[in-house]
């Protein structure tokens, strides 16, 4: 069965770092790109980041690029996003999925607040 | 980037109503995917590539369209239908989704 389990959000200060991380497992994690989704609360779907199969492609939306770093462990079979200089938009449940999207996470809620 | 515009955004239909959800995109897309979401959960996949249907998707939904015009249509609207349906397309970067339609039931 396949499992995708996001960990690491919570509350953090605008300006400051967060890193989520996925937990794969059911499938050869090594043989898909990977990507992150989120909702802010009471919104739509947003696309945050794609990475390939070993990591060497990743791709961004303009509102995350050059703050947002997604990367992989494929021998731990670990999907991770690195979130730098938050701002309270980046409010919302981050979802990690495969690249059709045929799977996706429980989700996991992140809050920029002061 | 390829903007999907849905409509409409919210609607109500009463059981066994047909009800047709359409998406339209900026520029011309390969394949048109579709994503059902209930209040508090995960999206589900529903329609992928246009037209076929995900596991477990009840035959009375379908997935049409080409080019820049998509839809999704539930032949006769049930009360577990109730809930949020968006479209994505993956054809280019940005990957983009519509805007949700939130479909109730009378």
């Known amino acids: 069965e396949v499992q995708l389990v996001e960990s690491g959000g919570g509350l953090v200060q605008p300006g400051r770092s967060l890193k989520l991380s996925c937990a794969a497992s059911?499938?050869?994690?090594?043989?898909?790109?990977m990507a992150w989704v989120r909702q802010a609360p009471k919104k739509g779907l947003e696309w945050v980041a794609t990475i390939s199969t070993s990591g060497s492609r990743t791709y961004y939306p303009d509102s995350v690029k050059g703050r947002f770093t997604i990367s992989r462990d494929n021998a731990k079979s670990s999907l991770y996003l690195q979130m730098n200089s938050l701002k309270s938009e980046d409010t919302a449940t981050y979802y990690c999925?495969?690249?059709?999207?045929?799977?996706w996470g429980q989700g996991v809620m992140v809050t920029v607040s002061s | 980037e390829i903007v999907l515009t849905q409509s409409p955004t919210t609607m109500a239909a009463s059981p066994g109503e047909k009800v047709t959800i359409t998406c339209r995109a900026s520029?011309?897309?390969?394949?048109m995917h579709w994503f059902q979401q209930k209040s508090g959960t995960s999206p589900k996949p529903w329609i992928y590539?246009?037209?076929k249907l995900a596991s477990g998707v009840p035959d009375r939904f379908s997935g049409s369209g080409s080019g820049t015009s998509y839809s999704l249509t539930i032949s006769s609207m049930e009360a577990e239908d109730a809930a949020t349906y968006y479209c994505l397309q993956r054809s280019s970067y940005p990957l983009t989704f519509g805007s949700g339609t939130k479909l109730e039931i009378k």
């Open positions: 999925a495969r690249p059709n999207f045929d799977y």
């Open positions: 520029s011309s897309v390969s394949y």
């Open positions: 059911g499938f050869t994690f090594s043989n898909y790109y």
């Open positions: 590539d246009t037209s």
